[in-house]
């Protein structure tokens, strides 16, 4: 029903900054939170950020809190996850997802993935 398609990963070096986008085709994007979610070769898929329906609440991994900012706009029905100060840990698949109603860090609670995008940060 609901179809989302990442966009901006890419190679970076550390200390540099990249920006996600996640398009989605749902009628009313509102009805969803939307979180991020990574994997990296050989670790389980962990949680990076989750954003309420309209914005106003925001949750994030503790190793990304003050470097990563989740928004969305839906308007656009895209939600964004500007990655700033990057590290080689931070290399992995990113995967945006969304779930009907309030927000959870918890993959198995979400409806809908994406493809995922490649993030690769060089040392």
């Known amino acids: 029903q609901v179809v989302l398609v990442e966009s901006g990963g890419g190679l970076v070096q550390a200390g540099g900054s990249l920006r996600l986008s996640c398009a989605s085709s749902a009628s009313t994007f509102s009805r969803y939170a939307m979180g991020w979610f990574r994997q990296a070769p050989g670790k389980e898929r962990e949680f990076v950020a989750v954003i309420s329906r309209y914005g106003g609440s925001r949750n994030y991994e503790d190793s990304v809190k003050a470097r990563f900012t989740i928004s969305r706009d839906n308007n656009k029905n895209t939600v964004y996850l500007q990655m700033d100060s990057l590290k080689p840990e931070d290399t992995a698949v990113y995967y945006c997802?969304?779930?009907?109603?309030?927000?959870?860090?918890?993959?198995?609670?979400?409806?809908?993935w994406g493809q995922g995008t490649q993030v690769t940060v060089s040392s």
């Open positions: 997802a969304a779930r009907t109603g309030g927000m959870s860090n918890s993959a198995h609670e979400y409806e809908y």
